[in-house]
């Protein structure tokens, strides 16, 4: 149903164009130039901007409790987050899940500049437009008082609201094949957020946003010493199928919800547990759900219905339903991962334990603190400890089988084909310029091939020797940067800002077009941990994703769609915009509880 379209460009309609062929037509089309930028309203009709607050009229809120940061569950330090030291494992339970999409998906200010106030977010968004909403099914818990069902996360009340009751035996059957007490996250994107002002790229947004919060996921998942992999051998309509988002009959008016993708996460304990009852003998995570009994569970009863988020819709892009529908993912192959990694890494993080300092701030605060700096004030540098830190952050150790791999990259189930070319400016003992890093070291000479020959690849001392980092072009960059950020001066005034250059028609070619958002998604992740490492290194960091995508690629001299840059970043030293006023996340429903008392 989604693999072929007939070419609407093509006289009589008659030629079939490949999915692949579709999502690159999309790229290429969604390009900015210099002199054009990607289609676009080309104002902003504030009269209809979406509402950021989906609700379902009719289903169940669950308030979660609003937790302090000193109140149980407490998080570790940010460093221990990523050693899993000190990490003890909870159970999930209304306090645990609250803190869960605390961390992941909620509020974390108000902002208030005379009249407006805004809220941000837990997860970044391009525009702050948030079209990501997030989900959990969860079946029969011990100790968690809830029915088994689907719940969708409402972050202004920060409450779930009970979309579905499922029945438990099937439920039961669908869950038996993970860890005990697994539950399951999902993502959907609502297009028109991103679309409304940012026109036929904000696909790429979408999908942007969806890799953030997967990442933010994972991270609080980590904080309570939970795992979580992405399911992606899951095809799209079984997603849709229990997400609930085909169900016409609920979204009837209401702007549709695009079905992204699910994860599993558990508390990692269990594993542990049930890994000694099998002696030690191979448990493997399916990476897959039974599209059969997704069937029977989704035959459960559903409540509510969406709500309608912009009055009118003065425009429709429909390129963003066609890579939609182009990039829809059908094949089922299924993919399972092997615990015994996970078991490995729990016995060498207890190694790690006897060694490691449980010094630094705790990663609760980083992640509260986490906000988009608007502007950088042209002299902060970071030493290049920090930025080799940042730098290792990001690698994934691709060699290592998946649960082995470094927090959040054990979630994510492929090898990287995201590699940095980095624009810097103020990293002390760096001598500016642009570098490039490889995330996977196997990929070193491929890398090299799509770029220009003549760029010098040498090796940057102080460097750790396991890092495939060099050095391309000595120079100024900052204003190149800023040139291709879309004339942003966030680009050039930062210690450093870098683009994220994906392996991109080979790797579309070989997997199918399905592969095109999860580019976006790996570089959205990416981006979160470059966020966080950047509040704990006492800077900030902003997402960009405006950008003139040639310009970039002429710079290193990409001539062809081998490699493709898909989204950008800088870091650096803050201005803070003094006028604001910045206010509590949950001020309102304070307020609200202190008038219903009263
Ligand atoms: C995918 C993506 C693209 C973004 N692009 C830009 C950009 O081009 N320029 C910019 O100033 N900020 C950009 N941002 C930052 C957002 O504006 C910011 O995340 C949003 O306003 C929410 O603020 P917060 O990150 O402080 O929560 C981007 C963020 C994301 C996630």
């Known amino acids: 149903m989604h693999a072929k379209n007939l070419n609407p460009n093509t006289a009589g309609g008659s030629t079939p164009i490949d999915s692949v ?14 002199n054009r930028y990607s289609r676009s309203l080309g104002y902003l009709d504030w009269a209809n901007q979406p509402d950021s607050f989906r609700r379902f009229d009719g289903a169940q809120l669950i308030p979660l409790p609003l937790l302090k940061p000193d109140e149980e569950p ?19 339970s209304l306090k645990t899940l609250s803190r869960f999409f605390e961390f992941a998906l909620a509020l974390s200010a108000w902002k208030k500049a005379g009249e407006s106030e805004w809220a941000l977010r837990s997860n970044p968004s391009s525009g702050n437009l948030h079209p990501t909403e997030g989900y959990v099914v969860l079946s029969q818990i011990h100790g968690l008082d809830l029915a088994a ?13 009970q979309r579905a009751d499922f029945q438990a035996d099937p439920l039961a059957r669908l869950m038996a094949a993970f860890p005990h007490n697994a539950f399951l996250f999902g993502l959907t994107s609502v297009h028109w957020r991103e679309a409304w002002k940012y026109g036929e790229r904000a696909f790429r947004y979408c999908n942007h946003d969806v890799g953030h919060a997967i990442g933010t996921a994972r991270i609080a998942a980590a904080t309570l010493g939970w795992n979580m992999v992405l399911l992606d051998g899951v095809d799209q309509d079984t997603v849709a199928m229990l997400l609930g988002t085909g169900r016409k009959e609920d979204f009837d008016g209401a702007e549709l919800e695009h079905p992204d ?4 996460i558990w508390p990692s304990q269990h594993v542990k547990r049930e890994m000694l009852d099998v002696k030690r003998q191979g448990v493997e995570v399916p990476l897959f759900l039974d599209a059969a009994i997704v069937k029977e569970v989704a035959a459960g009863t559903w409540h509510g219905k969406a709500n309608r988020l912009s009055q009118e819709h003065s425009v429709h892009w429909d390129i963003i339903d066609d890579a939609a529908e182009a990039s829809w993912k059908q094949q089922t192959p299924t993919p399972a991962i092997d615990l015994q990694g996970q078991f490995s890494s729990l016995s060498d993080a207890l190694r790690a334990s006897r060694t490691t300092s449980d010094a630094g701030p705790m990663a609760g605060q980083i992640i509260r603190q986490r906000r988009s700096a608007v502007s950088f004030d042209g002299k902060t540098s970071i030493a290049a400890s920090s930025f080799f830190q940042m730098m290792q952050r990001v690698m994934p150790l691709a060699e290592c089988s998946q649960l082995k791999r470094p927090m959040p990259w054990d979630a994510w189930p492929y090898d ?7 624009f810097v400016h103020r990293v002390d003992g760096l001598t500016s310029g642009l570098y490039c890093l490889v995330r996977d070291s196997r990929k070193v000479s491929f890398v090299q091939q799509a770029m220009n020959p003549e760029l010098i690849w040498s090796r940057v001392p102080g460097c750790p020797t396991d890092l495939p980092f060099y050095g391309l072009l000595e120079g100024d960059a900052r204003k190149l940067a800023v040139q291709v950020s879309c004339h942003q001066d966030i680009a050039g005034d930062s ?10 028609e080979g790797t579309l070619r070989e997997r199918g077009a399905w592969w095109y958002p999860r580019l976006f998604w790996e570089a959205g992740l990416l981006g979160q941990v470059m966020y966080l490492e950047a509040e704990a290194a006492g800077v900030r960091a902003t997402g960009i994703g405006c950008f003139f995508d040639d310009p970039v690629h002429e710079i290193i001299g990409i001539q062809n769609l081998a490699m493709q840059s898909v989204y950008h970043f800088t870091v650096g030293g803050p201005v803070e915009d003094q006028r604001l006023q910045v206010l509590p996340p949950y001020g309102h429903l304070v307020r609200e509880e202190v008038k219903s008392e009263t």
């Open 495 to 504: 210690a450093f800002s870098f683009g994220m250059v994906a392996e991109f």
């Open 261 to 264: 993708c699910l994860a599993v």
């Open 21 to 34: 062929d579709r999502v690159i037509q999309y790229h290429v089309q969604t390009k900015h130039h210099f």
């Open 74 to 92: 407490l998080s570790p330090t940010y460093n221990g987050m990523y050693e899993r030291t000190g990490v003890p494992c909870q159970p999930v």
């Open 416 to 422: 990287p084909v995201i590699h940095l070319l980095i």
């Open 149 to 161: 069902g689907l719940y969708h996360y409402a972050p202004k009340e920060h409450g779930m609201e």
